[in-house]
């Protein structure tokens, strides 16, 4: 079978999510108290039947932590492509993991972080090793250099399922705004549709006038 062959029968073969405007919420971007407040806002008007799905580089610690205990209080599943740093961390806490076929996790080595409390990187490092099941001195191996792991690795680590993605059309018509960006609500749309403008930090947060 040839390279062709085989990527087609991979996505063929695998179970199909199908997202709507009622059961995603989009953990996209940097990591931050904004990001955790906006998280937890959709989590808590309805935390049910809801997945979330995390495209995101990392960003701080504790509000990463944060979104991870609202995601563990009501054991909500995630699906991502791209989980990198504190993003990552995050995933490992979803009740159920998805991924795509093309995904990607890496974690840091948050030692190299001068200003991160101590108890903080304990617990972190504890976290992950716990997570994928190894001991402390084959994780601070792994993580001399920034540790990825790429689609059928991850599988093999990570307790998760590969998915296929499809969208309804009102969820990829709709928009939000993170980091400077406007990103359609449909995760197929990989990148951000364009730069917003004049946006402010409330209205980020979806608060009404």
Known sequence: MNIFGIVLYLYTSLNTIYLTTNNVIPLYGNIDQDMANKISLDVNKQPYNRYIYIHSEGGYVESGNYIKGQIQNYKLPCITHNALSM???I??????????????????????YKYTIPGLKRDYFDYIATKLNITHRTLFNYLQHDYYL????????????????????????QTFEKDGYIWSKCPNIRYPLRKSFGNSRCQSLGCKN
Do not use: W
Not at 94 to 112: G, Q, W
Not at 161 to 173: D, F, G, R
């Open 150 to 173: 790429y689609g059928s690795d991850i599988i093999k680590n990570i307790p998760s399922t590969m998915v296929n993605i499809q969208c309804s059309p009102n969820l990829t018509k």
């Open 91 to 112: 995933f490992l806490g979803c009740e159920h993991r998805y991924i795509t076929p093309d995904a990607k996790v890496m974690f840091h080595n948050l030692s190299t």
């Open 87 to 89: 993003a990552a961390v």
